[in-house]
């Protein structure tokens, strides 16, 4: 029959086990180098998708730069966004215009904070289907492709209507 410290003592042998082989994953990641961790992920059903990977980040969406945590997720360089659910691309990519140089989107981890469908800014110009994310009044909304913006993402009509749509307060948006 087992004492109440046997269990304990069966408890901290696995939790020491387990440290001692995560321990063992980084330094064979450390002595393999940089060409070891550069290899391509496995493909295959789910690939770029699981929820949390061996180092405890959440895994990139397969073909877009933001985590599974995303349910929309922005790259500034290739000026496009993608709407995201349970770790796979619902819809996109969809081209956006971003902030001009001197009014940059901000980059980041944002929440959804709130939606107007006929929101209008202080100077009076309509931002329809506005979706705001970021603090300054950054929205998704319809406006120009081929304009910057004043830092909120551009999307067309039907995108901006879909994103609309789609996401709601509380939602994670990254901008890469």
Not at 27 to 56: D, E, F, I, K, N
Not at 86 to 114: C, H, N, R, S, Y
Not at 148 to 175: F, P, R
Request: charged share 15%; aromatic share 6%; proline share 9%.
């Amino acid at each position: 029959m087992l004492g109440r410290h046997s269990k304990a003592t069966g408890r901290r042998s696995r939790r020491i086990t387990a440290l001692t082989v995560g321990a063992g994953v980084g330094l064979g990641t450390l002595l393999l180098g940089p060409a070891a961790q550069a290899a391509p992920a496995p493909a295959g059903p789910g690939a770029g998708t699981s929820a949390a990977p061996a180092g405890g980040d959440p895994a990139l969406v397969a073909g877009t730069p933001c985590t599974v945590t995303a349910k929309a997720c922005v790259d500034l360089a290739t000026r496009q966004s993608w709407l995201i659910a349970d770790g796979k691309i619902l819809g996109g990519p969809v081209p956006i215009m971003p902030g001009a140089p001197d009014q940059p989107t901000p980059v980041g981890t944002f929440t959804v904070q709130w939606k107007d469908p006929h929101h209008v800014n202080a100077q009076g110009q309509p931002m329809p289907y506005s979706t705001f994310f970021a603090d300054g009044g950054v929205a998704f909304h319809e406006g120009s492709l081929q304009r910057y913006s004043e830092g909120c993402v551009h999307l067309s009509h039907d995108d901006a209507v879909h994103y609309y749509d789609v996401l709601q307060v509380g939602d994670e948006v990254q901008v890469h």
